[in-house]
């Protein structure tokens, strides 16, 4: 079965140091991969998004994730966050042969502090 | 511009009320979307439009009725809703492919419906 895993429900993180947020499907098919943030009361915006080409992929707010076919993993990374990082992020996959389906993690909420 | 926009952003109605959301976007999107979200969960899709037609209905009860009325606009006809049907109630647009796979999708800043 095709799924999306973020392990971490909670990153705390103090402002200005380094994160990753982490991500995995599990897929038999070719895959499609994106990051979205949401903040409170708000859509989600996408972040970055792999469709082909090269596996590092920069996004906007200095985020970046890197496509690991033989690892299924898609993790989010900032060199060093501020605080209004603080969000709720997702992870979501498009499967070869889903249609127009998103499958989405069940989210990481990354808490920035002083 | 990757806008997608939604009316109202605030709803409240009774249960024996009939009410409509509303969704446009201007990107030549041939896709849309709407998505219900509760509070710290992700999505759950709800309906997709592809070419103004719909193609999926993820078993949504009845009382949610979509509309596509051209290929900017999708609109939500809510009636006789329940309080568990309170919810951010999301839109959103994509490219179409040919392939069974989606690009990513665009969302807009949803609809807060509160059901008393």
């Known amino acids: 079965a095709q799924s999306v895993t973020q392990l971490d429900s909670q990153v705390p993180v103090f402002e200005e140091a380094p994160v990753e947020l982490r991500c995995n499907y599990s897929s038999s098919v070719s895959v499609y991969l994106f990051w979205y943030v949401q903040y409170p009361n708000q859509g989600l915006q996408l972040l970055l998004k792999y469709l082909s080409g090269s596996t590092l992929v920069k996004g906007i707010n200095g985020f970046e994730a890197e496509f690991n076919k033989s690892q299924t993993s898609f993790h989010l990374r900032k060199p060093s966050v501020h605080i209004s990082d603080t969000a709720e992020y997702f992870c979501a996959v498009s499967f070869t042969g889903g249609g127009n389906k998103l499958t989405f993690g069940t989210g990481t909420q990354l808490k920035v502090e002083l | 511009d990757t806008e997608v926009t939604q009316t109202p952003k605030h709803l409240v109605m009774g249960m024996t009320n009939k009410k409509s959301l509303k969704c446009e976007q201007h990107m030549g999107h041939r896709a849309m979307y709407w998505y219900k979200q509760k509070a710290k969960k992700p999505p759950e899709l709800m309906f997709v439009?592809?070419?103004?037609?719909?193609?999926i209905n993820e078993s949504v009860p009845s009382r949610f009725s979509p509309e596509c009325p051209n290929s900017s606009l999708l609109n939500l006809h809510l009636h006789a809703l329940q309080p568990e049907d309170s919810a951010l109630y999301l839109c959103?647009?994509?490219?179409?492919?040919?392939?069974?796979?989606?690009?990513?999708?665009?969302f807009g800043p949803g609809t807060r419906l509160t059901v008393t």
């Open positions: 959103a647009s994509s490219r179409l492919t040919s392939g069974g796979i989606t690009y990513e999708q665009y």
């Open positions: 439009y592809s070419y103004e037609k719909l193609s």
